[in-house]
T-cell receptor, first 112, second 114 residues
């Protein structure tokens, strides 16, 4: 079992460029999440998907979009990257929203 | 919405001492409180969790206590070891009012010195 797999692991973007972070889980989990981690600010929820076909905003959704492609995959898109989006991004999944969340290995994104 | 505050932001202890990290939450409807450990350069991993119908839970050297009246919960690590050095995050989950999201505290960096 791979668990939660994120790609890419590292990315450097220029301001204004776009990109999509990919996330896939093989645990048949219903819920999936995207968090960003910044020093001293913990893990902040960007978007989440409680189940296939649904998505909802988290604490810091501005500048991002998501797609729950199917039960396994949940992608995060930056349409026009800004330096403020420099961060480490984690995808996570859980069987239900109030059960253990399993995290991917993270994507370190730098916007210059 | 839910707000989770975590203290202290950094904690330094000697090997063998106990460590306590405290979190407060704002919404009395929150009902699930997990704790995650993140080692340097790695992903967060669940170490223990507690639900609102329980006051305390233990797993070997780790325990979590919950005070629903005061809206705070704490992580207790006894007999600390150097491998306990990591960043610890508390979180609170609220299932009521459509605000069903897991919100994390800002984290506590624990250093255990040999």
């Amino acid at each position: 079992n791979a668990g939660v797999t994120q790609t890419p692991k590292f990315q450097v973007l220029k301001t204004g460029q776009s990109m999509t972070l990919q996330c896939a889980q093989d645990m048949n989990h219903n819920s999936m999440y995207w968090y960003r981690q910044d020093p001293g600010m913990g893990l902040r929820l960007i978007y989440y998907s409680a189940s296939e076909g649904t998505t909802d905003k988290g604490e810091v959704p501005n500048g991002y979009n998501v797609s729950r492609l199917n039960k396994r995959e949940f992608s995060l898109r930056l349409e026009s990257a800004a330096p403020s989006q420099t961060s480490v991004y984690f995808c996570a999944s859980s069987l239900q929203e109030d059960t253990e969340a399993f995290f991917g290995q993270g994507t370190r994104l730098t916007v210059v | 919405g839910e707000n989770v505050e975590q203290h202290p932001s950094t904690l330094s202890v000697q090997e063998g001492d106990s460590a306590v990290i405290k979190c407060t939450y704002s919404d009395s409807a929150s009902n699930y409180f997990p704790w995650y450990k993140q080692e340097l350069g790695k992903r967060p991993q669940l170490i223990i969790d507690i639900r609102s119908n329980v006051g305390e839970k233990k797993d070997q050297r780790i325990a979590v206590t919950l005070n629903k009246t005061a809206k705070h919960f704490s992580l207790h690590i006894t007999e600390t070891q150097p491998e306990d050095s990591a960043v610890y995050f508390c979180a609170a989950y609220n299932l009521s009012g459509g605000y069903n999201k897991l919100i994390f505290g800002a984290g506590t960096r624990l250093a255990v010195h040999p």
